[in-house]
């Protein structure tokens, strides 16, 4: 996945251009505006806010709300995307749950209180410096990334292999 950023000035040649060299190359392309964060870091940095707001608020262990994330929820998003998850459970149970929740949601709008300014203020910066939030003693970010990737191809295979099995029954349906 690649996000494709669409400026003011960007045609749709350019764009167009863009996208089917990356399918080209296997990489789904993700169309959006210009905004601040993008796609990918706006969702990502709503769910890392909730997580530091969670941790600060003493709910849940820091390690509970890894395994929550890792084991929970997302390992549910390879397949099924948020909006796929709305209408699975139904839109209406859904606006339900949120209007309960969302007002207990975390809207700090920086994050220059709370774990992760504290978490700064006493200098372990992250594996970088072997101790962040988690201790990470030996482990370096690139034996680290090798890992994260390794699982995720893992994952993208077994999608890839499923997308093939119902594209095959598909076929021999007909």
Known sequence: MCEVV??????????????????????????????????????HLALVREALALLRDGVASLGDIEDTVKLGFGARFPAMGPFEYLDLSGLDLIAAVATAVYPHLDCSPDAASGPLAD???????????????????????????QRRDEEIIRRRKILRDEQRKRTTQGDEER
């Open 6 to 43: 669409q400026g003011a000035a960007t045609s749709e040649a350019t764009l167009q251009r863009v996208r089917t060299v990356l399918e080209t190359f296997g990489i789904r392309p993700v169309i959006c505006r210009d905004v601040p964060g993008f796609v990918f870091n706006r969702l």
């Open 119 to 145: 978490q700064i203020a006493q200098g372990p910066l992250g594996m970088k410096a072997d101790r962040g939030f988690h201790e990470w003693p030996g482990d370096s970010p690139a034996a680290f990334t």
